[in-house]
């Protein structure tokens, strides 16, 4: 059904009974322009980056490698950062891949569940000797991406007009859903892997552990707290 | 092992208040997000709404608080477009768990899915396609509605493609098949009138003649939508059943034609690619609601 080169199966006729390989040719096309379309719209910054024409050569060439495994087309794309990484004619731009993992991260926090978060308060009520050995439950929708590109910058040079122009750096996001909508927040790497460990029921001082010294755990809890990013003490 | 067999109220018997609500044989058009302004503001004679039901699998967000908030309003329809009841393949036990989780928390008025493939050897092509009629062919798809009806606890439409092709092992009309299913299985039937316009003319058959032949009582609902016109390597026309224009005039006489033998149903426009302005549709809504005004007079 995917590839363009393959024969008409033998029993698909036209109203005479006669070839009916354009007929066909209306499924095949179907297929491949709604999966092409599908990528187009999960990736919108990819495309910018890369333009329309590139974009539709490298879909054509993903949506046959990785055809969808499930009707849920909000997440088809999946395997996309991945595909950039070994993707011969992406291989000058080594941003691309960490993009399209921004671009997934965001739609899985659109469509993650929803959750109640606590109240900073509640933070601010722990014995301060307990304060190491808790866990914290941390939104579905929460997600990080780190890279050793300026992700962050790109992003916002892409969305927005007034965006400085990136300089070449290492740069983290976060992204949180604080309501409906998913919001992107500049960290640092160290921030990431300590967001990860929460994340994976570590606690804070076990979390805390897992990054070097440039992270700075007030800044930390300050924003997922502000950003109703955590939903139990425990 | 002993099958057990479960009955299904026809949707004409569903009337208890406190059960499914049904849908009103009124114009409902297909939901997309960049209306919901619209429709709460100035719905006209909108009587219900059609959603996707892939489109509200997510676990949560936008997506199923909009469709909650709607479901207090209008109501629903639920049109699957992923289940591959036309297969080859076994269904999907974990689609089909996620179809029963959505049917469950939003009860909605109606729950239809169509007679078309969309996954083979595990891919999903997310396009429905076409399959040969045959006695084979019929018990497969027969056991599959069993298994959506039992899963899901609800009896289910099923809507009839559009066709650009023929298939030489077909031993039977689309319509025979289509009323042998409703025998078996108890399920309803999604008549579109554009897929069956579009269907006779790639395949040189009468749309009239296929209405006359439609099994017109099992008619839960009924799709309206445009198509795109093309030709094939022979000159011959070739429609595409694309839900990105208007309605054409043919297909509304179509229409006129078929709620003669059926009496007011739900109408629905689809209009899924290239979707225009909220005055658009509601010129689509308006000119359905004259429709179904035509045959209560």
Request: glycine fraction near 6%; charge should be negative.
């Amino acid at each position: 059904m995917l590839d363009p080169a393959a024969a008409v199966p033998a029993g698909i006729i036209n109203p005479d009974g006669g070839q009916a390989a354009k007929r066909f040719d209306v499924y095949r096309n179907n297929v491949a322009v709604s999966l092409s379309d599908a990528l187009e719209a999960a990736f919108p910054i990819v495309r910018k980056l890369v333009g329309d024409q590139f974009f539709r050569a490298m879909a054509g060439i993903y949506l046959r490698k990785h055809p969808p495994k499930s009707p849920l087309m909000m997440f088809y794309g999946h395997a996309m950062p991945q595909f950039l990484r070994r993707f011969p004619p992406a291989q000058t731009l080594g941003y691309l891949p960490d993009i399209a993992a921004v671009e997934l991260a965001l739609r899985h926090a659109y469509h993650a569940a929803d959750a109640t978060p606590v109240t900073p308060q509640e933070f601010a009520d722990l014995a301060p000797d307990a304060l190491m050995g808790v866990r914290l439950r941390i939104a579905p929708a929460v997600q990080t991406v780190a890279s050793s590109y300026p992700i962050h910058a790109i992003y916002r040079a892409n969305t927005s007009d007034t965006a400085p122009k990136p300089v070449m750096q290492a740069e983290a996001i976060l992204i949180t859903r604080p309501a409906f909508d998913p919001e992107l927040h500049r960290i640092n790497a160290a921030a990431a892997t300590c967001i990860e460990a929460l994340k994976s029921g570590q606690t804070l001082g076990q979390a805390m552990a897992t990054a070097d010294d440039t992270l700075d755990l007030g800044q930390v809890l300050g924003l997922l707290l502000a950003q109703s990013a955590v939903t139990e003490i425990y | 092992m002993i099958h057990l067999t479960i009955t299904y109220p026809k949707a004409a018997a569903m009337l208890d208040a406190t059960q499914t609500p049904l849908l009103p044989a009124r114009p409902g058009v297909g939901y997309k997000a960049q209306h919901y302004a619209d429709i709460m503001a100035s719905p006209g004679p909108l009587g219900w709404l059609e959603i996707h039901a892939e489109n509200y699998m997510g676990d949560g967000g936008r997506p199923i608080a909009q469709l909650r908030h709607l479901a207090e309003r209008f109501p629903i329809s639920v049109h699957g477009v992923g289940l591959s009841i036309g297969g080859e393949d076994d269904l999907d036990t974990d689609h089909l768990a996620r179809l029963k989780h959505l049917v469950g928390w939003l009860n909605p008025a109606s729950f239809s899915e169509h007679l078309a493939w969309s996954t083979h050897d595990s891919h999903f092509y997310n396009d429905l396609l076409p399959l040969p009629y045959t006695t084979q062919t019929l018990t497969r798809v027969a056991t599959h509605i069993n298994q959506v009806q039992d899963v899901v606890g609800r009896q289910m439409l099923l809507e009839n493609p559009s066709s650009y092709l023929a298939f030489a092992e077909s031993t039977m009309s689309e319509t025979d098949f289509l009323r042998e299913l409703v025998a078996r299985t108890g399920c309803g039937l999604l008549l579109d009138v554009n897929n069956v316009f579009v269907s006779a003319t790639n395949l040189q058959t009468s749309p009239q003649a296929y209405i006359d032949a439609f099994p017109i009582d099992a008619v839960g609902e009924i799709h309206l939508g445009g198509h795109d016109e093309d030709q094939d390597e022979t000159g011959a026309p070739l429609l595409i059943d694309s839900h990105g224009k208007a309605v054409v005039d043919p297909v509304w006489a179509l229409l006129d034609y078929t709620l003669a033998k059926s009496g007011p149903k739900p109408l629905l426009i689809e209009w899924d690619t290239d979707v225009p302005d909220w005055s658009v549709l509601s010129a689509e809504i308006a000119r359905a609601d004259a429709a179904l005004a035509m045959v209560l007079a």
